[in-house]
């Protein structure tokens, strides 16, 4: 069945969304990246293609070409940290940056993704714990994931033919994490937890992630729209 498969994933230069590529392809989906940057190591390999698109600029959403199938995946991983700061030094640009990445494309993205392509559809995006619990200094992030989590919600309800989801990875080994280790305690006041769980090998491996959500993807029964990928157990 994965043969027939097209899996359409934003943010794939690194983390996440690198592990969902390479393990795509692995198990013989088609495989389209958009983004700013390609991974080189996917540079050749059958079934891929890439689509360069800054993802900020919303023209260029709208103009994105979606490769598709019978059976097409959107997975909505594009996202950053913003703003790491109290929010009274937050600024404007810096919101807006942050919102356009990880609210306003996904959501225009999804929404041209429902309405042109044809066939049996799911959708996933790259949600977060921080939708749900609030994190001094990360007042953008925080906010952009709730909207994104009520969006899967809302989308779900509205196309209730359509796997619709929100997938939270947890403390996932990637780039963004090094960020927030980076970060000033003046900033963030918990980048010391940051620190501590990297030290203590307690990150999530991106290649976990991707494993649990192509079970998902493949699997009959689906979870709750919004879901912890720790709650998946391939082997169960």
Not at 5 to 27: E, Q, Y
Not at 182 to 197: L, N
Not at 206 to 232: D, G, H, M, W
């Amino acid at each position: 069945m994965s043969a027939l498969r097209h899996i359409i994933i934003t943010g794939v230069s690194s983390g996440i969304g690198l592990a969902i590529a390479r393990a795509a392809l692995a198990k013989g989906y088609v495989v389209q990246g958009v983004g700013r940057n390609s991974p080189n190591e996917l540079d050749g390999q059958e079934n891929w293609t890439f689509t360069p698109c800054d993802l900020t600029d919303l023209a260029a959403v709208d103009g994105v070409e979606f490769k598709a199938g019978a059976h097409t995946v959107l997975v909505n991983n594009a996202g950053t940290l913003g703003p790491v700061a109290q929010s009274e030094n937050a600024t404007a640009e810096e919101i807006n940056a942050c919102m356009l990445l990880n609210v306003t494309a996904p959501m225009r993205l999804t929404a041209r993704f429902l309405k042109e392509v044809a066939g049996e559809k799911q959708v996933y995006f790259t949600g977060s714990g921080a939708a749900q619990y609030s994190i001094p200094g990360w007042s953008a992030y925080c906010a952009s994931k709730a909207a994104i989590h009520m969006y899967a919600e809302v989308a779900a309800q509205e196309y209730p033919d359509v796997a619709i989801h929100a997938f939270k990875p947890g403390k996932v080994d990637t780039p963004m994490q090094a960020q927030i280790r980076k970060t000033t305690i003046e900033d963030f006041p918990s980048v010391a937890h940051f620190i501590e769980e990297y030290e203590s090998g307690n990150l999530v491996d991106p290649n976990t992630v991707a494993e649990r959500l192509l079970y998902v993807i493949e699997a009959q029964e689906k979870p709750s729209v919004v879901f912890p990928i720790s709650q998946i157990n391939p082997l169960s």
